[in-house]
């Protein structure tokens, strides 16, 4: 903290100290609001069915032959390390831990990493740059300094990045911490998309071979732009799953919707939606399915055993008729096979999860270095 101090021109406060994350709760969460819009007149898959449809013979029939081979999953932890004054304004230090791993099961019985990022960041205010020019070399400079402290070396510990937020006005209800944070996690998301983008260049994702991320794959950059960046996007996501534990079921606004998630029976899956997220500028074919029959257990909530699946619509001719519905019903059975076996007892959202992307958290959680740890390098 005083070299932070030094190189900035602040002073620090050593303020309390706590990690934002220690507190796990026991329900389940929904997700961000992703901001969705449906686009009616075009179809999600090409039958354009409008009932749900039963999967569970289509599962048995593809049964030991798995479509997933790589499961993909990001994780962050968010500390508060100290407060600092910088041009007689007061910002948070925002201190992280960001894990992303993808775990590859090519037999039933092996089931190895394929490849791990582990990183320590900081998350500091603009204003931190003393000319004022935010520039990347200026933290690039100031991590580098800060790795070359003893007690960082004598741990063999180092922070890839010092990340930094906006120190503009605060807009009503809004807080510097959760700048700092999304700062963080948008650093998570890149390492998730490094990732995807390494596995497509070594030709390990095909049709026989599919990736299964955890989470929407409706990144904030995706598509803007950069016809490159577009086409790069559309080819490294061909083969990429997205499959979400919790979700917001009143689809835009529809809680009809809701309702025909809640009800369905197990092993059936909903019609493919066609949706356009104003974030990402790119189409998605998404729709739900129940992967857990619920007749010998006690529901959380009406959506347990329910997951939301995502697929890029990649080609011209998915954008204009939708995902191919027998891909649509492969994509599905192989996610019904893949709920056994279970994480009863080890998780609350166990009847969410499908156990290969269950093993891949636990794997990248595992490397993390304590809170304590962390806390006590400032």
């Given at each position: 903290?005083?070299?932070?101090?030094?190189?900035?021109?602040?002073?620090?406060y050593?303020?309390y100290?706590?990690?934002?994350?220690?507190?796990e709760?026991p329900?389940i969460?929904?997700?961000?609001?992703?901001?969705?819009?449906?686009?009616?007149?075009c179809?999600?898959?090409?039958?354009?069915?409008?009932?749900?449809k039963?999967i569970s013979?289509?599962?048995?029939?593809?049964e030991?032959?798995?479509l997933?081979?790589?499961?993909?999953?990001?994780?962050?932890?968010?500390?508060k390390?100290?407060?600092?004054?910088?041009?007689?304004?007061?910002?948070?230090?925002?201190?992280?831990?960001?894990?992303?791993?993808c775990?590859?099961?090519?037999?039933?019985?092996?089931f190895?990493?394929?490849?791990?990022?582990?990183?320590?960041?900081?998350?500091?205010?603009s204003?931190?740059?003393?000319?004022?020019?935010?520039?990347e070399?200026?933290f690039?400079?100031v991590a580098?300094?800060?790795n070359?402290?003893?007690?960082?070396?004598?741990?063999?510990?180092?922070?890839?990045?010092?990340?930094?937020?906006?120190?503009?006005?605060?807009?009503?209800?809004?807080?510097?911490?959760?700048?700092?944070?999304?700062?963080?996690?948008?650093?998570?998301?890149?390492?998730?998309?490094?990732?995807?983008?390494?596995?497509?260049k070594k030709?390990?994702?095909?049709?026989?071979?599919?990736?299964?991320?955890?989470?929407?794959?409706?990144y904030?950059?995706?598509?803007?732009g950069?016809f490159?960046e577009?086409s790069?996007?559309?080819?490294?996501?061909?083969?990429?799953?997205?499959v979400?534990?919790?979700?917001?079921?009143?689809?835009?606004?529809?809680?009809?919707n809701?309702?025909?998630?809640?009800?369905?029976?197990?092993?059936y899956?909903?019609?493919?939606?066609?949706?356009?997220?104003s974030?990402?500028?790119?189409?998605?074919?998404?729709?739900?399915?129940?992967?857990?029959?619920?007749?010998?257990?006690?529901?959380?909530?009406p959506?347990?055993?329910?997951?939301k699946?995502?697929?890029v619509?990649?080609t011209?001719?998915?954008?204009?008729?939708?995902?191919?519905?027998?891909?649509v019903?492969?994509?599905?059975?192989?996610?019904?096979n893949?709920?056994?076996?279970?994480?009863?007892?080890?998780?609350?959202?166990?009847?969410?999860?499908?156990?290969?992307?269950?093993?891949?958290?636990?794997?990248?959680?595992?490397?993390?270095?304590?809170?304590?740890?962390?806390?006590?390098?400032?």
């Open positions: 903290m005083d070299l932070l101090a030094e190189q900035t021109g602040g002073k620090c050593t303020s100290q706590y990690c934002y994350d220690a507190t709760n329900s969460k929904y997700e961000e609001i992703q901001d969705y819009k449906l686009e009616p007149k179809h999600g898959e090409t039958d354009n069915i409008k009932t749900i039963d013979g289509k599962a048995m029939q593809v030991g032959n798995p997933f081979k790589y499961f993909l999953d990001g994780s962050r932890r968010i500390y390390v100290d407060d600092i004054e910088i041009n007689k304004k007061v910002f948070p230090i925002i201190g992280g831990q960001i894990g992303v791993a775990c590859e099961r090519q037999t039933p019985a092996t190895k990493r394929a490849v791990l990022e582990h990183n320590l960041v900081l998350s500091l205010p204003e931190a740059d003393k000319d004022g020019r935010n520039s070399q200026f690039n400079a580098q300094k800060i070359n402290l003893s007690k960082l070396q004598q741990f063999n510990l180092k922070f890839s990045k010092l990340l930094s937020y906006s120190s503009k006005k605060l807009e009503p209800n809004e807080k510097f911490e959760d700048r700092g944070t999304a700062k963080i996690q948008d650093e998570m998301i890149e390492c998730e998309k490094k990732i995807v983008n390494e596995l497509a030709h390990l994702l095909n049709p026989d071979s599919y990736l299964l991320k955890d989470g929407s794959l409706q904030q950059k995706t598509g803007i950069d490159r577009l790069k996007f559309k080819s490294n996501y061909q083969c990429v799953v997205g979400s534990k919790s979700f917001n079921p009143a689809l835009d606004g529809n809680t009809k809701a309702s025909v998630i809640a009800k369905l029976p197990p092993y899956r909903t019609p493919a939606f066609y949706y356009y997220g974030r990402s500028q790119h189409p998605f074919s998404i729709w739900y399915v129940r992967i857990r029959d619920f007749k010998n257990y006690r529901r959380d909530s959506f347990s055993g329910i997951v699946v995502e697929k619509l990649v011209d001719d998915e954008i204009e008729n939708g995902l191919s519905s027998d891909e019903d492969l994509i599905s059975a192989n996610l019904i893949e709920r056994n076996p279970v994480a009863y007892g080890n998780d609350s959202r166990w009847a969410n999860h499908l156990y290969p992307v269950y093993l891949t958290e636990r794997f990248v959680k595992s490397q993390y270095i304590s809170d304590l740890h962390f806390l006590n390098l400032f």
